[in-house]
């Protein structure tokens, strides 16, 4: 640290000095190397993804994964596109349940 800071009070000096050394620029994390952007971005819920198809065991594990992917993308935007088209989690019976309930009580 430079004992010769311009602060009249050296411990303000100290501080400020720490804190212009310590902060750093927030990077845009497209600019990250490849590993550490892949480790921010996809690894969490990648992983997730297969825990999820290691426990439930799916007929056909790739869908399955790629279905958990759109369905659980942190960066989505909830909207009605990509609707049920065949393919459901198994926790989505409750939702199945509730929607087929909600389509009888409309109709009474």
């Keep these: ?3 010769e800071g311009g602060y009249a009070d050296p411990d303000l000096g ?3 000095e720490l804190a212009a050394m310590t902060a750093q620029a927030k990077i845009n994390i497209n600019n990250l190397p490849t590993k550490a952007y ?3 971005t996809i690894t969490p ?3 997730k993804a297969l ?3 290691c426990e ?3 007929d056909n594990p790739l869908e399955f994964v790629a279905y958990y ?3 659980h993308n942190p960066n989505r935007e ?3 596109e990509g609707a049920f088209n065949g393919h459901r989690h198994p926790e989505d019976k409750d939702v199945e349940n509730a929607d087929q309930s909600a389509s009888i009580d409309a109709t009474k």
């Design 1 to 3: 640290m430079d004992p």
């Design 14 to 16: 100290r501080k400020a």
């Design 38 to 40: 892949l480790e921010q």
């Design 45 to 47: 819920t990648v992983m």
């Design 51 to 53: 825990t999820e198809v």
């Design 56 to 58: 439930a065991r799916p």
């Design 69 to 71: 992917l759109l369905k």
């Design 78 to 80: 909830v909207s009605t």
